[in-house]
């Protein structure tokens, strides 16, 4: 049976596309959200990147009274080491490597995709990346965390160990405390990972100077 690919909001340009952006939410809100980026990003339209941003799935979320909303995984509660429910996640990835496969079969080779996600959308992007068979042109991890960071060194692959990531945080972050993403920082970094680390004076969102330097990650990593 082929999985039904998850439903998306896609912005293209304005010539066919040779790299791809696919952008992961946060619990609770939809790929909606960050489709306003991409004018804000201002990359300059000789490259040709097509931005992805999917729908997780509606679930029914523990913390939030088990009330259904689209979540990347359940939330049973908000202790560091067991926030993230690892059969979601693992689900989850399978769902966004589908989606990643179809834009290799569309003509976008792995080396061109940028695998991006801001909080929940971050942990499955850092769930995958590391155990990912292809490579990818970089990985971008915001205001996020790490799910199980003890099964990292058994079960990462080779593939993307030199692959960048950047991993950005706000120092007044009261939803994922600042700790919680450096040391899922550390935890690459100790297991060979092209991880850098950069935190901004905000809370649990993203701001002006950090969508400047995401302009300027993905102009390096795709120019």
């Known amino acids: 049976m082929t999985q039904q690919l998850l439903p998306c909001v896609e912005i293209n340009p304005s010539t066919t596309p040779d790299a ?91 080396e061109r995709i940028v695998l991006a996600g801001f909080s929940q959308g971050g942990v499955i992007a850092l769930h995958l990346a590391p155990r990912y068979a292809n490579k990818f042109a970089g990985v971008i991890a915001l205001s996020t965390y790490m799910c ?29 405390p600042v700790f919680m993403g450096n040391a899922a920082f550390k935890t690459l970094s100790e297991s060979g990972f092209n991880a850098t680390w950069q935190t901004y004076t905000m809370q649990h969102n993203v701001c002006m100077q950090e969508l400047n330097d995401i302009s300027a990650w993905l102009q390096k990593v795709l120019g």
Request: a negative charge; hydrophobic letters at 40%.
């Open 148 to 176: 199980e960071p003890s099964l990292l060194e058994s079960e990462a692959k080779d593939t993307n160990r030199e692959t960048p990531i950047m991993m950005a945080h706000g120092e007044q972050d009261e939803v994922v």
């Open 20 to 110: 791809c952006v696919i952008w992961l939410h946060g619990l609770g809100d939809s790929g909606h959200g960050f489709a306003p980026i991409v004018p804000e990003l201002k990359l300059p339209e000789s490259m040709a990147v097509k931005f992805i941003f999917p729908h997780a799935p509606e679930r029914p979320v523990t913390i939030n009274g088990g009330m259904r909303m689209r979540a990347w995984y359940d939330i049973k509660s908000l202790d560091f080491e067991s926030r993230a429910d690892l059969e979601g996640v693992k689900e989850s990835a399978a769902q966004v490597e589908a989606l990643i496969e179809a834009q290799i079969e569309s003509g976008i080779p792995s």
